[in-house]
């Protein structure tokens, strides 16, 4: 199922699937006959043709978040309401 739900581009009678990695392309690649068969039956066109492409993505921005601090320092970038709650609650930040 986490297959068939990655974006799709359709052009013409080309269907393209946008996959994660090589973990997904493996699996495509079992179910592309079962999955190209039941296309062409079903829309009753034999033209149909599936294909994948594993798409790279761009975390040249990003950084990574390693330890806890990084992460809740993150988190109350996103949300300024985790500030006042550890403030309240007196929440320790090493944990």
């Excluded at 699996?27 to 068969?37: A, G, H, M, T, Y």
């Excluded at 500030?83 to 929440?91: A, T």
């Amino acid at each position: 199922m986490t297959v068939l739900k990655q974006p799709v581009v359709l052009e013409g009678e080309h269907i393209t699937f946008q996959l994660n990695g090589e973990i997904q392309q493996d699996i495509f690649l079992k179910i592309k006959p079962e999955v190209l068969s039941l296309l062409r039956r079903k829309l009753n066109n034999y033209s149909i043709h599936l294909e994948h492409v594993i798409k790279e993505e761009d975390n040249s921005g990003k950084r990574k978040l390693y330890t806890s601090t990084d992460k809740l320092q993150y988190l109350k970038e996103k949300s300024p309401a985790l500030v006042e709650l550890q403030k309240r609650f007196g929440l320790e930040t090493d944990f």
